[in-house]
């Protein structure tokens, strides 16, 4: 065989088989990691993997403008994840937690972004109906806050939206009394 | 005698040196999810996945990345090497070593892409496009209930169009190999040589 074709074809050979033996031999032990990397598996897997926990948002403060009906209830947050984050909008039904009720809906009043590890408060504002004041002077007549759930939640972050079919419970939320 | 070139393969050559320096920076074709919470930059000489604001490496990838390097280096200096001597004995070689390859390596990335989405929409039910941008549902069943969706962005970048090129060249190389008779040049060349030792 002539002596350049015969070398071009073991250059070819070489280079197609050379570095893929390469990583199955130094992958030999465990040649799954070799196509799946088990930091790949971690990261899908468990998101945060910063070392914040996650914990739901706290309530901080509330106030309540009874002219419009309106409480604005102010919430710390951390966000657990290792980058950072930003929530554009969020939004969410209202009901009692124990009569399941409607009571309204409410919304995020702006934009926040939360660095990763750091915390953040979140402004929510949330407007009763009349059939909520009602609600609240028959069914929890003395009562200065109940458990409020938000139903429905959806939030937009970072190109992503979500809709949440779990209700989310927010305890000792102040409530009007006309 | 004067030595002739094929043009085209001295400009395929120098598409290809061109091409494989340009594709470690720029990718031939990037996705991005969200506002780049997953984001994937690939082309056969360098591939990145960043998963979360994780950098992700897959080391069977590097592999084929490094092969794609030394294949497209190679090719490219081969039809260099041709396209300036293109009557010699070896030339003939060096041509059908390298002229394929962009269009080998073209073609694998094209269907490697096609066939990932295929796999991704047939399994997870989940459409990743290849061009444009759109919003996508996660399947419920990965989501536990909860209804996520993703705006995707997908683009094939310049580079991928400038190995569209080279592959073209290289094809070109082999047609006017063919017909400006390059081969029968080195037999005619031969036997003249041959003549005037005797």
Redesign the interface.
């Known amino acids: 065989m ?1 002596k ?2 015969l070398l ?1 074809i073991l ?2 050979l070489a ?2 088989i ?3 033996a ?2 199955l031999i ?2 030999q032990d465990n040649l799954v ?5 088990s ?2 598996v971690e ?2 897997s468990d ?1 945060f ?1 910063s070392e914040t926990p996650f914990e739901p948002p706290t309530l901080v403060d509330s106030q309540y403008d009874s002219t419009s009906r309106t409480a604005t209830l102010t919430f710390n947050f951390t966000n657990p ?3 950072d984050l ?1 929530i554009n909008s969020m939004f969410s039904d209202l009901e009692c937690t124990i009569h399941k009720e409607p009571l309204g809906n409410s919304s995020l009043t702006e934009s926040v972004s939360i660095l ?1 590890g750091a915390n953040a408060f979140l402004t929510v504002s949330g407007t009763w109906t009349e059939e909520a004041i009602s609600h609240f002077q028959t069914e929890h007549k003395d009562a200065k806050t109940t458990s409020i759930d938000l139903v429905g939640l959806k939030l937009s ?10 209700r989310v419970t927010i305890p000792d939320v102040p409530i009007a009394q006309g | 005698m004067k030595e002739k070139i094929n043009w085209f393969g001295l400009a395929a050559g120098i598409v290809i040196i061109a091409l494989v320096a340009v594709s470690f920076f720029i990718p031939w074709w990037q996705i991005s999810a969200g506002e780049n919470l997953v984001e994937a930059r690939v082309s056969p000489v360098n591939t990145y996945f960043n998963f979360l604001g994780d950098t992700v490496t897959v080391p069977l990838i590097s592999a084929l990345n490094l092969a794609s390097v030394l294949s497209l280096v190679a090719g490219g200096l081969a039809i260099l090497i041709y396209s300036l001597t293109p009557t010699k004995s070896y030339s003939k070689h060096l041509l059908g070593f390298s002229y394929r390859k962009p269009l080998i390596a073209l073609l694998l990335f094209v269907g490697v892409l096609f066939a990932l989405t295929f796999v991704i929409q047939s399994v997870f039910s989940f459409h990743v496009p290849l061009y444009g941008s759109e919003i996508s549902t996660l399947p419920t069943t990965l989501t536990n209930g909860t209804t996520i969706e993703v705006s995707l962005s997908a683009e094939f970048k310049w580079p991928f169009w400038l190995a569209v090129m080279a592959a073209g060249l290289c094809i070109a190389t082999r047609i006017y190999h063919k017909k400006a008779n390059f081969a029968q040049e080195f037999v005619s060349n031969t036997v003249s040589s041959t003549k005037t030792t005797k």
């Open positions: 002539d350049a074709r071009l250059t070819t280079i197609a050379g570095p893929i390469g990583v130094i992958y990691d070799a196509v799946v990397p930091d790949l990261a899908i998101p993997a994840l290792n980058f930003t990763a972050l970072k190109g992503i939206n979500l809709e949440l079919n779990d």
